[in-house]
């Protein structure tokens, strides 16, 4: 059993992820916890060249392909970081992990999503989030936040209203299945109250204080 705690951050793109594991981050550590910060895919210099290769809109990439991609950036990061983190006793925060997969790739490439559990299992050997906090907001909304952003839209991002409204649909349906794990938080709110409802999320966790 692994000392550390393993708390990762979904939803769908523009949801706020990345903006709210900055913050959550910035918060912990004022309160002295030792943060480790990461994202998927990346978080370690292979996995981020697999990161820049899955998300190339000029890449033609099949869907198992796609998969496969993801689960072995994963796989190196649990290996290399995740794993020894966890095992010194670290707080480590993800910006998506599995449950992206069973998403995008189970539901929204109609992989399936036991399929892409079981490729899974065998890249992380098992390791599951002691925490998920899931960030709810429709895909309009979180399309009308990255377009703010201004940032051009990778490859998954280029993807139609049909595939985002599946990915939405199987996040809702991960979190009915395991409600203890995913906490859904309303996305749809302001920066602070997104961070104070993930804080109250992880309380039993993480001791306010
Ligand atoms: N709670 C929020 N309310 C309004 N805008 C937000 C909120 N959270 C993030 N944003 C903005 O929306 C855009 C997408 O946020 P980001 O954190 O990059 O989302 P994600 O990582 O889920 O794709 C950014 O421009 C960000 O500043
Ligand atoms: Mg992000």
């Known amino acids: 059993m692994p000392a550390g705690t393993l708390v990762t951050i979904e939803g769908l793109d523009g949801a706020g992820k990345t903006t709210l594991a900055a913050a959550l981050a910035q918060e912990l550590r004022q309160r002295g916890r030792d943060v480790l910060l990461l994202r998927e895919p990346g978080g370690v210099p292979v996995s981020e060249r697999i990161r820049e290769l899955v998300k190339d809109p000029r890449a033609e990439v099949a869907p198992r392909t796609e998969a496969l991609l993801y689960a072995a950036a994963r796989a190196q990061l649990v290996s290399e970081v995740l794993t020894p983190a966890l095992e010194s006793g670290r707080l480590v925060l993800l910006d998506r992990f599995l449950d992206s997969s069973l998403a995008y790739q189970g539901a929204g490439r109609g992989l399936g ?46 993807e139609d209203g049909d595939f985002f409204a599946a990915v939405a649909d199987a996040y809702d349906a991960l979190a009915a299945q395991e409600p203890r794990r995913i906490r859904v938080i309303d996305a749809r709110r302001e920066p602070a109250a997104v961070l104070d409802q993930a804080l109250a999320a992880l309380a039993d966790l993480i001791p306010p204080g």
């Open 113 to 158: 999503v036991q399929q892409i559990r079981d490729i899974n299992l065998f890249a992380t050997g098992g390791l599951t989030p002691d925490r998920t906090l899931l960030l709810l907001i429709s895909p309009q909304a979180g399309r009308a936040r990255q377009d703010d952003r201004g940032q051009e839209p990778d490859r998954l991002e280029r």
